[in-house]
């Protein structure tokens, strides 16, 4: 149940159970007055609703008979006594009967009675209201008629209503501090109930909050309800969830980022040292002749080469990490890519004991939106990725390029010693080598294969490794084909 219908409930409980119990107080207060419920019907439904009649009101009826039909029986002041203690039988009521402005008849309990107490001739209504006469509290029911001369007359019922009176007067005011006290009650239930199940919740919602600003985010918030504040703290849990997931990731950024600071401060302190190391020799005067000399010098040349390709890759996968490297992107033949690249690699490695292979599926469509330069990169870091770990005098490249539904298939294969089954999921991971003994003699920063899978997730592609120990490794990626139906979703970035 919603907050709004609660409150609506509520103010409408309110404002009834006042009025519901002013109308029984009310009826108990015409019943008394009225003697009980039939004569209650008699008196307000019509005679066509009545089923079972009274003594009373048979009584009345009789009377009522005799004043139209024989108005003459009511002179004779023995009928008149007698219908009078007829009445009296059934209830403390009286007879008085007028004729034109005199009282010919009067009851002994009603001394004191004057004419001008009665209602006049020929105004309507069966039930009147109390009247004092005599100090007394009395209802009259009047029945007019005409008597044989063709004076007026009236017939008068006339009922004590002193307890009536009294009753009213003792009870009024016991009726009305039970108003108050079941206004107070019913407000104060209703108050209870409602600000429970407002407040209550809202107490929780103040404890999750002041957890969340203390830093604590692993305290669960409980949905106890639907309404408008179950929603509110369905909304707490789900912030603080995302907000437990930032801080876990800016934590790992931030060992991520210190990790990567450490590694960079060791990969670089290498050729720097070994450049340091042949600077001091040639100005100490270790280098003593030009021959010496000139290794030196060219030792120095290529660990500042070595440095610079390092620093250049360092910068690269910064920029691929905060995604401000720009991609060129265009519609390409990869097969035609491949070829001309492979015919490149060959005259490098030429002279060098390496075989290059090439096998390429025809027949297929190998149309791809890739960027060139960045895509030659990914190719380039596998090759000499696998070139620099080949512990063989005859190193075999094999490429192979294959059609995969809507995608293409590349594989390149070595017959270097493989990896470790432990060790084949983490070669992606920044700064990781296979061998980590022989790592730094090797060379490199250990970001080529990082920053190829960077770059071909960049493309909306995967890259992957398939290897077995003493049998070479297997990189292999795929990319979308390009197509009528498969519209360029990579937007150029600069």
């Not at 029986?73 to 059934?90: A, E, G, Y």
């Not at 910064?318 to 001309?340: A, G, M, T, V």
């Amino acid at each position: 149940m919603s907050i709004r219908l609660r409150l609506i409930l509520s103010y409408l409980a309110m404002v009834l159970v006042p009025i519901l119990f002013v109308v029984i107080s009310a009826l108990l207060v015409a019943l008394l007055f009225r003697g009980d419920i039939n004569e209650l019907r008699n008196i307000y439904l019509p005679p066509e609703h009545h089923k079972h009649l009274s003594e009373k009101d048979q009584l009345y009826i009789n009377i009522h008979k005799v004043a139209l039909k024989q108005p003459e029986r009511l002179l004779d002041q023995n009928n008149l006594k007698k219908i009078d203690n007829q009445l009296n039988h059934t209830g403390d009521t009286d007879l008085a009967v007028r004729k034109g402005n005199q009282i010919i008849y009067l009851s002994p309990k009603l001394k004191g009675l004057d004419t001008r107490d009665l209602p006049v001739f020929g105004l309507y209504g069966d039930a009147e209201p109390l009247e004092q006469i005599d100090e007394q509290f009395v209802s009259i029911k009047k029945m007019d008629f005409y008597f044989p001369d063709g004076a007026e007359g009236s017939l008068f019922v006339v009922t004590n209503a002193n307890r009536l009176a009294t009753f009213v007067r003792s009870s009024f005011p016991i009726l009305f501090v039970g108003l108050i006290l079941i206004l107070i009650v019913t407000n104060g239930l209703l108050t209870y109930f409602v600000s429970k199940s407002i407040i209550l919740p809202v107490r929780e919602l103040q404890k999750a909050a002041k957890h969340m600003r203390d830093g604590n985010l692993a305290v669960p918030i409980t949905v106890k309800s639907k309404d408008e504040l179950g929603h509110l703290a369905q909304g707490f849990e789900e912030m603080r969830i995302r907000l437990k997931e930032s801080i876990e990731k800016l934590i790992a950024y931030e060992d991520n980022r210190k990790e990567l600071v450490a590694n960079i401060s060791h990969d670089l302190k290498t050729p720097i040292t070994t450049i340091k190391g042949y600077i001091e020799g040639i100005r100490d005067g270790v280098a003593n002749s030009p021959e010496k000399r000139e290794r030196y010098i060219q030792t120095i040349y290529s660990k500042s080469i070595e440095l610079d390709k390092m620093i250049d890759e360092l910068f690269l996968y910064s920029k691929l990490d905060l995604q401000r490297l720009p991609f060129h992107f265009e519609e390409i033949r990869f097969d035609h890519y491949l070829e001309d690249f492979v015919e490149e690699l060959r005259l490098e490695v030429e002279g060098k004991n390496v075989v290059v292979n090439l096998d390429i599926d025809k027949a297929e469509d190998y149309r791809i939106v890739a960027d060139r330069e960045h895509l030659k990169r990914v190719i380039t870091n596998v090759v000499e990725n696998s070139l620099k770990y080949i512990d063989k005098e005859r190193k075999i490249l094999s490429f192979r390029l294959s059609s995969q539904g809507r995608n293409i298939l590349f594989k390149m294969s070595d017959n270097g010693p493989g990896i470790s089954p432990q060790n084949l999921p983490l070669i992606f991971e920044r700064f990781y080598r296979a061998d980590q003994a022989r790592g730094t003699a090797i060379g490199g920063s250990g970001l080529g294969l990082s920053i190829a899978n960077r770059i071909i997730e960049e493309h909306h592609g995967a890259i992957w490794a398939e290897s077995k120990l003493g049998h070479g490794t297997t990189i292999l990626f795929t990319l979308k084909k390009a197509g009528e139906h498969h519209e360029t979703d990579i937007d150029n970035r600069g």
